[in-house]
């Protein structure tokens, strides 16, 4: 008799090498190891081998990398989201992404479950369940972290350890991290203490600010209704141009973020991101925004971001509302068009130009020297009447 198959979202690190054992073990399924890749920086292949040696019956790799700039990054750099002000929502993007590719093979394999690493006081929880109950309520949602006794990393490991599970975690630096190409998200270990300032350990992926080039470089980013695809005067595939900007970004230290955010959960949680293209291209997208956009409708759609961001965070891809958004905020994109001049420094990036066809300033207009149109008579009266509600 054949046993029931369940669809794990596997990442090669502890948390899911351990779900493997323990699935197959204490659950008595038959497991398929899923690795969807959206810019880890791994190879997969041999993370699929090491599945396959804990005990996966079968292993995919999915190449998302494109699906997941394409139609959740570039929506989200559209929209400004930015969660709680800091959070360029790197982890929460790729978690309704990958839960789709997890409902699509579990079809392909007629399994009856999926299942993810994803610890129980945390978002990416939300984000997946949120994702399958939408999307695939028939399958059942098995969440290991939720349910073992195992209740600490140092227990994993021991757990792991006995068990011949081979984790790449080791007891003196017990960092969680999550990395993706638009940023990467670390946690655990001293970071924990919001009084404690990061390790430089810590950090994956950018160099010490004081570390960086003292020489500062300027880069041209191309933008076409609110995408960016050129660099330096040069069309590029979106993979590219981001893995150029995380490449400077990081040279210079760009893009690190300490922040202590609101979990959907109800708790405070202490992370830090590092986030080089995402940065960069944020503001570089903004300013082309404050260019092109008329006062009430840039006004208006910067209320936007901030909501957009809360539904990213909280795991409400899939509903109508963030839909009926990306609607609202395509249609305010046709003119954020462009190209915008980025001067990188050592731990932050400044805008130092920007040029567009759909430019709304007008310099006859702006200017204090020769050649001011403006009709400096008109501006009494116009006073007086924005004055006139709130007369005595």
């Not at 005990?55 to 190449?63: L, M």
């Not at 960069?280 to 008329?294: F, G, S």
Request: charged share 25%.
């Amino acid at each position: 008799m054949s046993r029931e198959k369940v669809i794990l979202a596997y990442s090669g690190g502890l948390d899911t090498s351990v779900a493997i054992h323990w699935l197959k073990e204490e659950k008595g399924f038959d497991v398929v190891a899923v690795l969807v890749d959206v810019g880890q920086g791994k190879e997969l292949k041999p993370l699929a081998v090491k599945a396959s040696k804990i005990g996966a019956v079968k292993t995919y790799c999915v190449d998302a990398k494109r699906e997941f700039i394409e139609q959740y990054v570039w929506p989200a750099l559209q929209a400004h989201a930015v969660y709680e002000g800091k959070y360029t929502l790197a982890t929460a993007l790729s978690r309704p992404l990958i839960a789709k590719k997890l409902i699509d093979i579990a079809r392909k394999e007629k399994a009856t479950a999926v299942a993810h690493g994803c610890t129980g006081k945390g978002n990416d929880q939300v984000r997946f369940d949120m994702a399958v109950l939408t999307l695939a309520p028939e399958l059942t949602i098995i969440a290991p972290l939720r349910e073992w006794e195992l209740m600490t990393r140092e227990e994993e490991i021991e757990y792991a350890q006995a068990r011949g599970i081979p984790v790449p975690v080791k007891k003196k630096s017990p960092y969680s991290i999550d990395r993706n190409l638009w940023g990467i998200s670390i946690e655990c270990g001293v970071l924990e203490d919001p009084d404690t300032a990061p390790p430089e350990e810590a950090y994956q992926w950018t160099q010490d600010p004081l570390k960086a080039p003292r020489k500062s470089v300027e880069v041209e980013i191309a933008f076409q209704r609110g995408i960016p695809y050129g660099f330096n005067g040069k069309k590029m595939s979106s993979l590219s141009l981001i893995e150029k900007l995380n490449q400077l970004g990081a040279r210079y230290g760009i893009g690190r973020i300490d922040s202590v955010e609101n979990r959907l959960v109800g708790i405070k949680s202490r992370e830090i991101y590092e986030a080089p293209a995402a940065t960069i291209l944020l503001q570089a997208h903004r300013e082309l925004e404050m260019l092109n956009l008329d006062r009430e409708l840039f006004q208006f759609k910067e209320t936007l971001g901030p909501r957009y961001a809360q539904l990213v965070y909280n795991g409400q891809w899939f509903t109508p509302l963030r839909e009926a958004l990306d609607g609202f905020i395509r249609q305010t994109q046709y003119c954020v068009s462009g190209v915008v001049r980025m001067r990188l420094y050592p731990g932050f990036a400044a805008c130092v130009g920007r040029t567009s066809a759909y430019s709304r300033y007008s310099k006859s207009l702006a200017t204090y020297e020769q050649g001011d149109q403006f009709d400096r008579k008109i501006a009494e009266g116009f006073i007086k009447v924005w004055a006139m509600p709130y007369k005595n």
